[in-house]
């Protein structure tokens, strides 16, 4: 009669052989317990519950806020003091500047997170990826490999490291095209040039050769010869402001150079 084999009995060498350690990753990943959504808004209760902004906040207090337990929220803790949106202090963590400002927009802006881009695009993260994006567009499986390989991260932690996709894109400095992860468009910040009424306060001194404008309505342009209007912009890019500005925005700020130089030149007789 056959011998059954004893439940307790060992391995075979062969099932050993496909036994593996799990090892820990060289970086922070945020935590898998809790969903990338769930994340953001535990985002924003650490900013609320901080009244005023700068106070410290204890994991309960944010607890009370979300409804849920103070284990589940500390799960999320270690990723976000890691890169800054969290600080570490007595009595619990301060959201950081850039925590706040995403709760304040969420009451008026389409994409508030966008408010976290300066911290995930200095995050190691984002520094890993953002350069070769910037180059080239990846698939989401290469951007993956450049994100374990920065990490360390073995594939059981492929879901961790799809949350930093995740949290690029929300940041607004990456962004999907179908099967590839690419450079989020740059948005840009438009600044107009000084007036000669602003240089002079600046300077102190009387600005030469300027002809006072009718009913005392100081201008930034003056009429030419032809009876045109010299006008320009001066337009700096700020990297700060990539994530900022929607191109809805964009639209509103011409629209109000036209109204602006509608409104001066019928004040001045242009025209």
Do not use: C
């Not at 929220?73 to 959201?95: C, R, T, W």
């Not at 890993?128 to 490999?145: D, G, M, T, V």
Request: proline share 8%.
């Amino acid at each position: 009669m056959a011998t059954l084999p004893s439940p307790n009995a060992s391995t075979t060498h062969d099932e050993q052989a496909t036994v593996r350690p799990k090892i820990r990753p060289t970086k922070t990943l945020p935590t898998d317990r809790i969903t990338f959504a769930k994340q953001l808004e535990l985002l924003k209760a650490w900013a609320a519950a901080s009244s005023p902004p700068g106070t410290a906040v204890s994991n309960g207090a944010v607890a009370d806020f979300m409804k849920l337990n103070s284990s589940t929220i500390s799960l999320a803790n270690p990723f976000f003091a890691s890169i800054g949106l969290l600080i570490k202090s007595e009595g619990g963590y301060i959201p950081s500047p850039e925590v706040v400002a995403y709760h304040r927009a969420a009451e008026y802006s389409d994409n508030p997170s966008h408010k976290l881009a300066p911290l995930m695009r200095d995050s190691w993260f984002g520094m890993a990826l953002l350069p070769k994006l910037s180059f080239r567009p990846l698939s989401e499986n290469e951007a993956l490999a450049v994100l374990h390989d920065t990490a360390t991260a073995s594939n059981d932690y492929r879901p961790q490291i799809k949350m930093l996709l995740e949290y690029l894109i929300a940041g607004g400095v990456a962004q999907r095209d179908g099967d590839f992860i690419k450079s989020a468009k740059p948005v840009f910040e438009f600044k107009t040039s000084d007036s000669p009424s602003t240089e002079q306060s600046r300077s102190g001194a009387e600005p030469e050769n300027l002809t006072p404008a009718k009913q005392n309505v100081a201008t930034a342009y003056a009429a030419t010869p032809e009876g045109g209007i010299s006008f320009h912009i001066n337009v700096q890019v700020s990297m700060d402001q990539f994530a900022t500005w929607q191109p809805e925005r964009i639209t509103a700020f011409f629209g109000g150079v036209a109204q602006m130089l509608a409104a001066k030149a019928k004040i001045e007789g242009v025209g």
